[in-house]
């Protein structure tokens, strides 16, 4: 292809689309959620990476650490955080003569046990070694076996970054590998750094890993508006030359702080009204672009909150979200009024409903998920019920779901 090719779009609705990325960015990639800053651009975290660190930190001399878990809201820097002092961790390790392996699973990505220890396996493995590690096809315990055998052969000490640990079915393999070293299944001591955005998947451990992860529990709080101006700041590189108005980055970063506090969100939204201001043609982005940005970030967060959901947990929220948009006097309904809409909604994309019960449960699910809220009210005399509300614009819900 020609990078020079200036060529008019065959398809008028190209128009807009060019290499480049228009007239308002440099480097769009800046400002994509998956880019990773480097070390000088980790904003506000100071003190939590040398809290990490120090926990962690006898690994650089071979010595066994003590496994951490961080907890925290989306985008609030755990992953970066984790991944971070893994990679300073090696560096130093290195400098002390002391072979380090370090690897990042996102347990999201996995599936399963075996499949997260396959990733691992595959991310320390040298290219000298003879250890493989297919995707499939040997057991759990297998691959256990060929971690140990490739951490003992080639490493002196090792960390395991397990992000989004509460996708795991269960905790056998937090356990199994923060006591690897204590139960001599291998000769190296190993360092791991879980991440969860659940703080109730504490809940679900079993006592024995609560005990290894001890006191070592890190809580992220979200961004305040100072810090995501800064880190905002830090990627204006992602725009041509003074093309940025001077409100729109703490414009964007008061509203950010304001509704989650979530970095990766707040990138977007700058991203966005990027977007927004190529499309227009405009010279400059300006406040009024993050309006329309807004609305494009919005409707991005509530497809990725119920983008798993089974059918009949979105038939459930079509029902608040049509309660909600015809009855705007009201916000809170109860569960039997949210089960007749949704018995309608079934009924008209012919799926079969669940019983009162489970749509109960469903109803509570979307509060998990902060989709939907919930309150006990007290009838007179008919004792508690609990009311649910959408916490969402319904007119988006109902574009998204219908
Ligand atoms: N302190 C920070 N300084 C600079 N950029 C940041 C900072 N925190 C987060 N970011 C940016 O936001 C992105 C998302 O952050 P990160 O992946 O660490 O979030 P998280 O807390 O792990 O969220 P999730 O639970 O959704 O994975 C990072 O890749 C980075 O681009």
Same mark, same amino acid.
């Given at each position: 292809?020609? !990078?020079?090719?200036?060529?008019?779009? %065959?398809?008028?609705?190209?128009?807009?689309?060019?290499?480049?990325?228009?007239?308002?960015f440099e480097q769009r990639e800046i400002l994509q959620i998956d880019y990773v800053p480097s070390e000088n651009r980790i904003v506000g975290r100071d003190e939590q990476i040398e809290k990490v660190a120090g926990e962690i930190g006898p690994i650089v001399?071979?010595?066994?650490?003590? !496994?951490?878990?961080?907890?925290?809201k989306t985008g609030c820097g755990k992953s970066l955080v984790?991944?971070?002092v893994s990679k300073i961790a090696r560096e130093e390790a290195e400098n002390r003569g002391v072979k380090l392996a370090t690897g990042y699973v996102n347990c999201q990505q996995a599936k399963?046990?075996?499949?997260?220890?396959?990733?691992?396996?595959?991310?320390?493995?040298p290219p000298e070694s003879g250890v493989k590690f297919p995707t499939r096809g040997i057991s759990e315990n297998e691959y256990f076996e060929r971690v140990w055998s490739v951490l003992?052969?080639?490493?002196?000490?090792?960390?395991?970054?397990?992000?989004?640990?509460?996708?795991?079915?269960?905790?056998?393999?937090?356990?199994?590998l923060s006591r690897a070293g204590e139960d001599g299944s291998v000769d190296v001591p190993i360092g791991v750094i879980a991440v969860s955005n659940k703080i109730n998947y504490r809940d679900k451990m079993?006592?024995?890993?609560?005990? !290894?992860?001890?006191?070592n529990e890190f809580i992220f709080e979200p961004y305040d508006a100072d810090q995501i101006r800064e880190i905002l700041q830090n990627r204006t590189d992602a725009f041509a030359d003074g093309v940025l108005d001077d409100g729109v980055i703490p414009r964007a970063a008061a509203l950010s702080a304001k509704e989650h506090g979530d970095a990766r969100k707040a990138m977007r939204l700058l991203?966005?009204?990027?977007?927004?201001? $190529?499309?227009?043609?405009?010279?400059?982005?300006?406040?009024?672009?993050?309006?329309?940005?807004?609305? !494009?970030?919005?409707?991005?967060?509530?497809?990725?909150?119920?983008?798993?959901?089974?059918?009949?947990?979105?038939? %459930?929220?079509?029902?608040?979200?049509?309660?909600?948009? $015809?009855?705007?006097?009201?916000?809170?309904?109860?569960?039997?009024? %949210?089960?007749?809409?949704?018995?309608?909604v079934c009924d008209r994309s012919g799926a079969d409903p669940l019983s009162a019960e489970r749509t109960r449960?469903?109803?509570?699910?979307?509060?998990?998920?902060? %989709?939907?809220?919930?309150?006990?009210?007290?009838?007179?005399?008919?004792?508690? =019920?609990?009311? =649910?509300t959408l916490l969402w614009d319904a007119d988006i819900v109902l574009t998204l779901g219908n």
């Open positions: 292809m020609d !990078s020079d090719d200036e060529s008019e779009a %065959v398809h008028s609705v190209f128009n807009t689309v060019s290499q480049e990325g228009g007239k308002i001399v071979g010595q066994p650490p003590n !496994s951490i878990i961080i907890y925290g984790a991944k971070h399963g046990n075996s499949d997260a220890l396959s990733k691992y396996g595959r991310a320390i493995n003992n052969e080639f490493y002196d000490a090792a960390i395991i970054v397990l992000d989004e640990v509460d996708k795991l079915n269960n905790d056998d393999l937090l356990m199994a079993s006592e024995r890993t609560k005990s !290894s992860f001890g006191h991203r966005y009204a990027g977007d927004q201001a $190529n499309k227009e043609n405009a010279e400059r982005v300006k406040e009024s672009h993050l309006t329309d940005a807004r609305a !494009s970030a919005e409707v991005d967060r509530l497809l990725e909150l119920i983008s798993g959901l089974p059918p009949h947990s979105k038939h %459930v929220l079509l029902a608040l979200a049509n309660l909600t948009k $015809n009855h705007p006097d009201r916000e809170w309904f109860r569960t039997v009024r %949210v089960r007749e809409i949704y018995l309608e449960q469903l109803l509570n699910e979307l509060c998990f998920l902060e %989709v939907a809220g919930s309150r006990r009210g007290t009838g007179e005399g008919k004792g508690h =019920y609990s009311q =649910y």
